[in-house]
């Protein structure tokens, strides 16, 4: 149901402290049950085409946190959230046997995000005199939006990948998985 916590429960003698939500706002309902965090996006990459290694030349976000009660921790939830989604779109791949047993356990095989992948120009804007009634203050919760603005890295170097088949001859359209590794 709409808005209802749903508790697994006790299972064997254990307590599953996990819970999960699911809601489905009605058009129109944006302040009596809820509401959306927005944001919107843009990156430009390079690719060297022999590596594959990618590098994020500038991303610019804007980012509707409502009024920030923290402009500092807003912005480094935001960075955090975007970065985070860059390691999920071009790094973070997790391999597994086939006995389900996780094969990349550690940084060794595991590649999250390192400091020098951060856009070289990284460019957060809150955008401005958006209160949200409803919130704490007018603010809203720093939630996925900067996670999944980092889908433009990806977009950005799939449309690279596409320019440089056409440039050699070839079919823009390829199959590029995520994670790109």
């Known amino acids: 149901e709409r808005g209802r916590f749903v508790w697994p429960g006790a299972s064997k003698g254990k307590i ?8 489905n706002p009605l058009p129109g309902d944006f302040n009596s049950n809820g509401y959306f965090t ?47 989604g860059v390691g999920f779109y071009l790094a973070e791949e997790q391999i597994y046997s086939p006995d389900g047993t996780l094969q990349t356990d550690g940084t060794w095989e595991y590649k999250p995000p390192l400091a020098c992948q951060v856009p070289l ?42 320019a440089s088949r056409v440039e050699r001859g070839k079919s823009s359209h390829f199959n590029m998985d995520v994670p790109a590794t």
């Open 38 to 84: 927005l944001g919107a996006a843009v990156s430009e990459v390079e690719v060297d085409m022999l590596t594959g290694e990618v590098t994020v030349l500038r991303s610019d976000l804007l980012y509707d946190c409502g009024n920030s009660l923290n402009p500092v921790v807003d912005m480094g939830q935001c960075e955090g959230g975007f970065m985070q």
């Open 16 to 23: 599953n402290l996990s819970a999960t939500a699911t809601f």
């Open 121 to 162: 120009d990284f460019r957060v804007e809150f955008l401005k005199d958006s209160p949200f009634a409803a919130g704490v203050k007018g603010s809203k919760a720093s939630g996925e939006p900067p996670l999944l603005m980092a889908y433009t890295v990806f977009g950005a170097t799939r449309a690279a990948v596409s």
